[in-house]
């Protein structure tokens, strides 16, 4: 197991709890394997820190900008959706620090967009607990807030999804549905096949670690194919 304490130094926080930390970066697979760890996995510290992460940016917005709820709430999606977080995650080093099993490593866990994005919501929680909002919200401004300003600059608040039904109903006034074509993979490692179609019409198909994930792809293929991109 890594130092955590490394982390630390690097971030500049540190934990008065470290069992908090660790239990972070612990994912399920993890106690598969090692049955005797003490610690959970990172599920219940990940939903706790969804919502932390969801109020402090949703009070950053809503102090710093006088703009309509659906900016907002586009804005707000464009900062804490998984390809943001994992980026952050990634950045930040998180990787080096997931609790995987041998299966996960080798299928190249420390990579993957879904497991990155939960580790950072869970680390979140597990500083909120230690210690409160206002450190929470001091992480959040200086590793995730600062990417509002690129984001509004190159429009990208802009999701694939958004884009293409906007074009579906100003082209062809229909509306994109999506449905999972297959499921394959373990449970811990599931993956889902998922196509958009227009009129029962398959467009473009898009594979990822969760539905959304699938369906952004599909998505961003789709614009490809009808060239409105």
Wanted: charged share 30%; hydrophobic share 40%.
């Amino acid at each position: 197991m890594k130092d955590f304490s490394e982390l630390e130094n690097k971030l500049d926080i540190k934990f008065k709890n470290k069992d908090l930390l660790v239990q972070a970066f612990c994912h399920r697979s993890y106690l598969n394997e090692n049955p005797k760890f003490h610690l959970g996995n990172n599920e219940r510290l990940e939903f706790l820190g969804d919502a932390v992460l969801e109020l402090i940016v949703t009070e950053y917005l809503y102090k710093n900008f006088n703009k309509p709820e659906g900016d907002l709430t586009s804005w707000r999606a464009a900062l804490v959706n998984t390809k943001s977080l994992s980026s952050i995650a990634s950045e930040i080093g998180f990787g080096d620090y997931v609790l995987l099993s041998k299966g996960e490593l080798e299928h190249g866990g420390k990579r993957r967009k879904c497991i990155l994005a939960d580790v950072f919501e869970a680390f979140l929680g597990a500083l909120y607990l230690d210690q409160g909002l206002d450190k929470a919200r001091k992480f959040i401004e200086e590793n995730l807030i600062k990417n509002l300003e690129r984001i509004l600059k190159e429009k990208s608040w802009i999701d694939p999804k958004s884009m293409f039904q906007q074009k579906a109903q100003e082209k062809m006034k229909l509306t994109p549905v999506y449905k999972v074509i297959k499921e394959f993979g373990p449970d811990h490692e599931k993956q889902f096949v998922v196509g958009v179609f227009l009129e029962n019409k398959l467009i473009a198909q898009g594979c990822g670690f969760s539905k959304q994930e699938a369906e952004e792809e599909a998505a961003a293929r789709a614009l490809k194919e009808k060239k409105w991109n």
